[in-house]
Every structure is written in C-alpha cells, then in structure tokens.
C-alpha cells in the first residue's frame, strides 16, 4: 500500500551536519575523507578496548569508540530509515500547523523542540543505570549503551515520533488500539498507563532524595521556573523567533541561578530553601500538575530548552576533561559477577539484567511516551523527526557512557563501598573494607574515610541509586582539571543537584505526557476528552496523573519499605516491556503501511527486546534465588514469621509482613505485565498476518494528507540549499510562514 504524500527521498537527508548530501546525491571527496577518518577513530576506540587484557587504559578511548559510532549511526543508519523506511515528507502538514492552539499544538523551533525532547526523555536511567551496571565490568555496558541506541532505541524514538506525528500525535496507547485492536489495544492501554505512573513516582523519589536538606539544589531549581517562563513570553510575545537572542539571555540567567544557590546556601536564607522531603513532595505535585495544564510555550519546552543547556554543556565539559585529564579505567573490563550473578550491587547473570539496568541510554520505554506525547505535537516539519527523535536519543546515550566512564575511573574498592547495601558491607568503614576486600577489589578504611572527607560527607557507605557514585566521577574528572583536590567537594556538591536538575524536566513533561494518554484513553468513552483544549478534561487528565504518582511518591516517603519504594524493582523490567510495547506498535505499523520489506528495522530490536525483557520476568517470577526471584524472597520471609524471626531490612514484625506484601505484589504485578506484553505481541502478530496475505483489508487511522505552508530547516543547522530558501521566503533561521510581501 503507497503512502499518500511521500515524497521520496528529496530531503528526508538533510541533517546540517558535515557530509550532509549534495544536490547531486554524490559524496564529495572531502565528505568521504571527514567520514573514513570518523570510521577509523571509533574502530580503533574499539579496538583497543577489546584487546585490552587487565592492562588499565584511558577513558579516552571509550569516548572515541562511542563518539565514532554515534556519528556513523546518525549519518547513514538513521538517514537510511528517514529516506528509505519513513520517507519523510516536507510537504506534509504537521499536527502543530495543522491543529495550533496555543496551547498543546504550537510549531516549535526545531532547536527549541530538540532540547525539549531531550529534556523530557532524558532522567534518571542514563546517569543511574549504567553506573549501577558497571558492577559487571564497564564494557558490556559500553556495548550495549552504543549498539543497542543505534540499533533499538533511538530507532524506536524516531519511528513512533513519526507514526505519531502522522496520527495528529495519538498517544503509544491509543496508537495500539486504532492499529492493533480492541483486545491488543486494551492490553496496551492498561499496561502502559500503569508502568506510567510507576516510572513518573520512580523519577520523582530520586528527585526528593537529592534535594532534600540542600538548600542550593531547591533554590538553583525552583530558579528555572520563573527563567523559563520569562523566556516562553519573549519568544512568544517579545522578541519572537528570536531563538539565539532568548538562548544567551536564559543560559546566563542560569548560570547566575547556580552560583546564587551557593552563596544562598552559606545564608541566612538556607533554612528557608532547606525542605523535608514531604514538603518537596507536595511542591513536585504542585509543579507537575501547573507544567501540565499550562500552554506548553510558556513553561514546558523552555524550561526543557534551558535545561537541555545546563545537561548537555556539563556531560560535554565532563568529555573534555576527560581528554584533558586522561583518567584511566580502573574497573576491570569484565568482572567476575558478570558470570556469578552474585553481586552486592543488584543480584543476577548478565543476560538479561545488564539490558534491563541500563534502560535509558540504550533502549527505553519511556522514550515512546514523550515521542507519542509532546513532540508529536510541537514539531515544525516532519523532516525534523530524525534529528529530534534519533540525534536527541544518539545525545542521552553519550550521557550514559559518561556515567560509565565516572563509575569506572574511581576505585573499584570505593565502588563497592558506596553501592552495596549496609546489610553486605556494615556501618563502619572498618566491616566495609573487609566486605569489599573479599569481593576481590581491596580498599583500606583509611582510603574509605579520605574518600569522604574530600567531599565533605560524613560518610559514603551505601549510598545506593547510583547518583553518588556519578558525583563522586564527576568530581574526579572536573578536580583534575579545575581546582584540584580542594575543589572535590565543590564539583560533587555540584553534581548532586546537577543530578536533581537533569531528572525533574522529566517528570513535569511525563505528566503532561500521562495526560494526554489518559484523555485519549478516555476518549474511547466520552468523545469530549479527544479534545485536547477541552478544559475540563485537561484538568481532571491532570489531576488524576498527579494523584497517582503523587499517592506512591508520598506513601514512599513517610515509609521506607512502602508506597513508590514497593513498586521500585519493577522499574527496570517494566520500563522496557514499555518498549516492546512501542516496537510492536511500530513494527505492525510498518507492515500495514505497505513498507514489510522493511519492518526488520523495528523487528529486530522487537525480538531482542522480548527475549530479555520476558527472560527478566520469568526470572524475577519464578527464581529460588531469594535475591533474584520475588516469590522465593516471600517464601523466605513468610518461613521467618512462622519461626519469629526478624530478618533484615525489616526492623520489626510488621516490616516482615510488609516485605511479604511487597514481593507478593510485585510478583504478580510482573506475570501481570508479562501476560499483558504478550497479548498485545500476539495480537500485533495476527494484524501483521492479516496485512501480508490481505493488504486490501488494511485500514489505517492516519490523517489524511494536507499541503504545509511552513518553511523550516530538517537539522538543527540549515543547510546551504535551506537558507536559500528561508530567504527567499523572508525568513530567518527558525522557520516559519512565509511573510507576505511588502506592497
């Protein structure tokens, strides 16, 4: 079946990049020259990893191998899958032109939406995923880091952007339902609003953890509220268009906002911006429901903008200091646990849980939200879709290759110490060096004692999550480069609330995002919730997505062992059976649209996906090990209560209880999303057999064609061919109508 409106390949490519096609079609010597040395340098980043035999190297060559590949990937792999596969359409009205208003629909500068997008998906999992995976060693990590964003996750971002965008941005749910059916598209509507709520409650416990008691944290942040929406009125109504004018003035104001957090910090006003963590709960509420319901210029996509600023300049400063500094990578290449499956930091093989521990920054589910949420909504030109959705998940990924490169460039004693739980390692540096020590990774307590007081901790024992441990790497590198040893506690400090920054933009996007999921799920009842400007509904869709990670996220809080707390060792499996879900959606799609010689693109990375993500769950099902499998942790403690027995964590009889309770929810919770995961896959599978032996029968619920009238750049950077044509059109860089000629 032909797409209607495709246009071909005439400017799916352009990328304002270097290399970047010529008119003729045909690379230029200078072009192939600049790519064969981009080839060469990750080959050889490549190579030295993998011959490298106990021997410690430079991070540098991670980076190389890294950088390398994302280029190679983002040049031919994603131009190949925007010309050939997608065929995007410059042509083709977006839902921002077409449904613009003012609130929710609103053609965004490319540049703008770009840091937007990043913002959104990019959270916790990239900074905390690969760090806590380092336990196996940093490079199965690397691997999957590099290669699985190549060839799964900033696939499955672009493609659903697309799929989305064609759909006037219908959420991944919804998606399923029109395209899957009934059954298939009611499994998915139930599963992905669940895990919704789970992962939104996951982020925002991280969020508290870092800011509670840091006065600069709370004020550098609550800071960018008001920056951003100083900066969504001048481009709106002051200066509009004026991207690069807004950008200097919101990056200054932002910088300005850090350093004051530290002089507030040393006030007499610190006790004021020093906040329990149930008063940060009650303001992330607030927040996430405002940033939800507000036109989404006004405080979403620049607070995003202006983050993705502070995000990428950090992880990009972090890469030059380590080319500066050349820090070695002290952590073995592979560790022993990579086999065992003992490991202090979290218990079970390599396969599958390295793939579900690292999630954002290789392949996340989450990604599919904001790609069916948001930007679908807000992107200027359909050709844009592969520079927002596949360079801004090419972007999250090198953030989580330098959270690798943190973790592995300090101690491997100090690793262990600061990730392996007080039940493993004790309370005192003393019992934490023995631990560690018969891990096979010898740190002294003295070393352990230093370590802390060049951060001004009073201690670094078990201080799980991973943030930490990416504090501690990102002071190492920075210190080297600026400051040296006395600046360590400046750089980890600053560190912490960079952490806090980098995770909130992801919960006030994903609450928007569970909005319009549970208005189009809505809708399916009361026709009047498809309205996405119907107030009523906005609000109550609103209220609702906070309520429910708010409940989980408070319940957590006052409770160690309850409320979001029960629910967090779901968040790895669940976040990727999110993404079998979107890969599904997407491959089913492929087929329907008369493109089956191609659905391997999104198959591929569909069959690996299942094939952990399934493998993960029966594990955590139906495993004896009690540190793996959830039933085998109830059976445990529920033998424990009949001996009267207190086992740790639980402090007490009643926590007894409440672990049983937790592992039996979880237990069930993850058949449950399994069995759900396969009902959409079968039921996918029969749509796409029914498209390949009747492709008559296929109806789709795209939107009909219709003509663009904005003029705007593929890539961040116009090409020649592009500005030739904004000027013509009397235009600037951002794009936009044309202007009507002057009488």
């Not at 021997?55 to 190389?64: H, N, Q």
């Amino acid at each position: 079946m032909p797409e209607p409106g495709a246009t071909g390949t005439e400017t799916a490519g352009q990328g304002g990049g270097p290399g970047s096609p010529s008119s003729s079609g045909k690379a230029s010597p200078q072009s192939i020259a600049v790519w064969v040395g981009v080839a060469l340098v990750g080959a050889l980043g490549w190579g030295v990893l993998a011959l490298s035999r106990g021997e410690e190297i430079s991070a540098a060559w991670l980076l190389a191998a890294a950088l390398g590949s994302y280029a190679i990937g983002y040049r031919f792999y994603s131009r190949f899958i925007a010309t050939r596969v997608l065929r995007l359409d410059k042509t083709r009205a977006t839902p921002a032109e077409r449904l613009d208003n003012g609130v929710d629909f609103h053609p965004t500068d490319r540049r703008v939406l770009f840091g937007h997008h990043f913002a959104a998906v990019a959270g916790a999992g990239p900074l905390v995923g690969p760090v806590l995976a380092a336990q196996m060693g940093y490079l199965p990590g690397t691997i999957w880091i590099v290669a699985g964003v190549i060839f799964a996750g900033a696939v499955q971002d672009m493609v659903t952007l697309f799929f989305s965008t064609r759909r006037d941005g219908r959420s991944l749910g919804q998606m399923a339902r029109d395209e899957i059916g009934p059954v298939g598209g009611a499994a998915a509507l139930v599963a992905v609003f669940v895990i919704m709520v789970i992962l939104l409650a996951v982020l925002a416990l991280v969020i508290v953890n870092a800011l509670a008691h840091s006065p600069w944290g709370v004020f550098s942040i609550g800071m960018t509220i008001p920056i951003a929406l100083f900066m969504g009125v001048y481009l709106r109504v002051l200066r509009p268009g004026r991207v690069t004018e807004v950008s200097v003035i919101g990056v200054a104001l932002l910088l300005l906002a850090i350093v004051a957090g530290g002089w507030v910090a040393d006030s007499s006003w610190a006790s004021t911006f020093t906040l329990e963590k149930e008063t940060l709960v009650i303001w992330m509420v607030v927040y996430g429901f405002i940033a939800s319901v507000l036109p989404v210029w006004l405080l979403l996509a620049p607070r995003d903008y202006l983050s993705t600023f502070m995000k990428v300049g950090t992880i990009a400063l972090m890469a030059a200091g380590v080319v500066i500094a050349m820090p070695t990578l002290k952590m073995p290449s592979v560790t022993d646990f990579a086999t065992r499956g003992d490991g202090p930091v979290f218990a079970g093989s390599m396969f599958p849980f390295v793939f579900i521990t690292i999630a954002c920054g290789a392949l996340s589910g989450f990604h599919s939200l904001v790609a069916s949420g948001t930007t679908p909504k807000m992107i200027q030109k359909e050709t844009q879709v592969r520079v927002i959705g596949y360079g801004a998940m090419l972007t999250e990924s090198f953030v989580a290759v330098m959270a690798v490169i943190a973790a592995s460039i300090i101690e491997p004693g100090l690793f262990f110490a600061v990730n392996s739980p007080g039940g493993v390692i004790g309370a005192t540096v003393q019992t934490a060096s023995k631990a560690v020590t018969d891990f096979g990774f010898a740190i002294s307590p003295e070393a352990l004692a230093q370590a802390a007081k060049d951060v001004e901790e009073a201690s670094l024992l078990s201080r799980t999550g991973g943030a930490p441990t990416f504090a501690l790497g990102m002071s190492e590198i920075f210190s080297s480069v600026v400051g040296g040893a006395g600046m360590k506690a400046f750089w980890y400090h600053f560190a912490i609330m960079f952490e806090a920054l980098f995770i909130l933009t992801t919960v006030d996007a994903g609450t928007r995002v569970g909005r319009f999921m549970l208005q189009d799920t809505l809708g399916n009842v009361h026709k009047s919730f498809k309205d996405v400007s119907w107030k009523p509904g906005v609000w109550l869709a609103s209220a609702v997505v906070v309520g429910g990670w708010g409940y989980f996220l408070w319940v957590g809080v006052k409770d160690p062992l309850g409320g979001i707390n029960q629910l967090f060792p779901l968040f790895g499996i669940a976040n990727q059976l999110l993404a079998a879900v979107a890969l599904a959606v997407c491959t089913t799609l492929l087929v329907k649209s008369g493109r089956l010689r191609w659905a391997w693109v999104t198959g591929v990375p569909l069959a690996w996906d299942v094939a952990v993500t399934l493998t993960a769950s029966y594990q955590k099902i139906f495993s004896d090990d009690v540190k793996v499998g959830f039933f085998a942790q109830r059976d445990k403690y529920q033998t424990g209560i009949d001996a009267g027995k207190v086992l740790p964590p639980a402090k007490n009889m009643d926590d007894m209880h409440t672990v049983v309770t937790n592992a039996t929810v979880d237990g069930v919770l993850s058949a449950l999303f399994a069995i759900l995961i396969v009902i959409v896959l079968v039921d996918a599978a029969r749509v796409c057999l029914k498209a390949v032996r009747n492709p008559e029968s296929v109806r789709l619920s795209e939107v009909p064609w219709s003509e663009s009238k904005i003029i705007a750049p593929a890539g961040l950077i116009a090409t020649a061919e592009e500005k030739a044509e904004l000027a013509a059109a009397g235009l600037d860089g951002s794009g936009g109508k044309a202007k009507e000629p002057v009488a």
